[in-house]
């Protein structure tokens, strides 16, 4: 149970866009369809922005969208705002009823 | 309300046990897999534990095998975390969780509690 790897910064200014990876093996994020994203601001709970690769739950802004290639999972958040300055974690089934976390993002709008 | 609650959280000494409850309401409990994941001061999430809707499937992370226990009583909607032997490297906020309908072992985290705060010192 390795944790899967993401960029420890990322930054964009308003209106830009930027993309956050998570590199996991080809036995959890290469495995299965099952990476989810969520967004964290200070002081408060993690919220899901991204299910099963590039899902988005209701409520959430389409700016936010996932993808997947072999071992990488990848987060875009376009038209950057204000707003979407926080940590961003990705996490990933891992076989054996196991779940792990990328160490996680700071995404700052410059 | 759609809502979790935790609680149980304290200091504890190094060796010591806790057990942490997580209180779920608004929704219907048996329907979701649940799962613990813990956030040390200033760091990132980690997975503690989860486990599918009927506790036929359950997972742990390596750092905690052998000393937490994931549980959960459906009479009382609730989720529960028996942590024993506990390490100074346990000490984190640890927030309880739901993963969405669809999925057996919880990954897609969709509601989450406020989090019980462990601080394990001597």
């Known amino acids: 149970q390795s944790a899967l790897t993401q960029p420890p910064s990322a930054s964009g200014s308003p209106g830009q866009s930027v993309t956050i990876s998570c590199t996991g093996t080809s036995s959890d994020v290469g495995d299965y369809k099952y990476v989810s994203w969520y967004q964290q601001h200070p002081g408060k709970a993690p919220k899901l922005m991204i299910y099963e690769v590039s899902k988005r739950p209701s409520g959430v802004p389409d700016r936010f969208s996932g993808s997947k290639s072999g071992n990488t999972a990848s987060l875009t958040v376009s038209g950057l705002q204000a707003e979407d300055e926080a940590d961003y974690y990705c996490?990933?089934?891992?076989?054996?009823?196991?779940?792990?976390f990328g160490g996680g993002t700071k995404l700052t709008v410059l | 309300e759609v809502q979790l609650v935790e609680s149980g959280g304290g200091v504890v000494r190094p060796g010591g046990s806790l057990r942490l409850s997580c209180a779920a309401s608004?929704?219907?409990?048996?329907?979701?897999?649940m799962t613990w994941v813990r956030q040390a001061p200033g760091k990132g999430l980690e997975c503690v534990s989860g486990?599918?809707?009927?506790?036929?499937?359950?997972g742990y992370a390596d750092s905690v095998k052998g000393r937490f226990t994931i549980s959960r009583d459906s009479a009382k909607n609730s989720l529960y975390l028996q942590m024993n032997n506990l390490r100074a490297e346990d000490t984190a906020l640890y927030y309880c969780a739901r993963g969405r309908r669809e999925e057996n072992i919880p990954v897609a985290l969709d509601l989450w509690g406020r989090g019980t705060l462990v601080t394990v010192s001597s």
């Open positions: 608004g929704f219907t409990f048996d329907d979701y897999g």
């Open positions: 996490n990933s089934y891992a076989g054996n009823n196991n779940v792990v």
């Open positions: 486990m599918n809707w009927n506790g036929d499937n359950r």
